[in-house]
């Protein structure tokens, strides 16, 4: 399997400028999550998804920051308009989830952002 | 709010010695626990992951999970330099499929 793949690898950008990140989960798994992760806030998750339902997005930071998953093998997250302090590497994570969760997640090699 | 706790290090051990990593949670109701390793600039990797109380091996890794005392550990033996890393302890639990992370142990293994 290809694994989790994310796109762009990395992102410099202006302030005020939209951003687009996007993520292919492993085929077959059906929960999605976006992570943030900086040095002082650690990993930080943002939003999740089951079943290309969104769960739980109380890890949103504000309302410049969406998040869509349009089908299994496809999910954004957009950022509109960046700020400085988004500036972070951002994770794309599936997993197989049963009933209760708890199951591994496999995380893609994900997107560093600097927003200038 | 569910909290994981782990010290941030870093921790520094000579080749061939163990290492041992640890973390508390604060939500009892919590089920699953995960150790993951993340070198620099790339993306965590499980490593182990654990669920009953007691120890787990796996080669030269062993979880230990005390619910408890509402902590989990990771013991690396004979440690080696391509352990070097940060490990990221994490907990899920209750009805959803959340990990909450630790902000991670920075690990040196010196030659």
């Known amino acids: 399997d290809a694994g989790v793949i994310q796109s762009p690898r990395h992102e410099v950008t202006e302030m005020g400028q939209e951003v687009t990140l996007r993520c292919k989960p492993i085929s077959g798994h059906n929960s999605l999550f976006w992570y943030r992760q900086t040095m002082m806030r650690g990993l930080e998750l943002l939003i999740y998804?089951?079943?290309?339902?969104?769960?739980?997005d109380s890890g949103m930071p504000e309302d410049r920051f969406s998040a869509k998953m349009p089908n299994a093998s496809f999910s954004t997250l957009k950022i509109q308009p960046s700020e400085p302090r988004d500036s972070a590497v951002y994770f794309c994570?599936?997993?197989?989830?049963?009933?209760?969760?708890?199951?591994?997640?496999?995380f893609g090699p994900g997107t560093r952002l600097l927003v200038l | 709010q569910k909290e994981v706790e782990q010290n941030s290090g870093p921790l520094s051990v000579p080749e061939g010695a163990i290492a041992s990593l640890n973390c508390t949670y604060s939500d009892r109701v919590s089920q699953s626990f995960f150790w993951y390793r993340q070198y620099s600039g790339k993306s965590p990797e499980l490593i182990m992951s654990?669920?009953?109380?007691g120890d787990k091996e796996d080669g030269r890794f062993t979880a230990q999970l005390n619910k408890a005392s509402q902590y989990v550990s990771l013991l690396i033996r004979d440690s080696q330099p391509s352990d070097s890393a940060t490990y990221l302890c994490a907990v899920s639990g209750g009805s959803n499929y959340k990990l909450t992370f630790g902000k991670g142990t920075l690990l040196t293994v010196n030659p």
């Open positions: 994570a599936s997993s197989f989830e049963v009933a209760g969760g708890g199951e591994t997640q496999y």
């Open positions: 998804f089951n079943n290309n339902v969104p769960i739980d």
């Open positions: 654990i669920y009953s109380n």
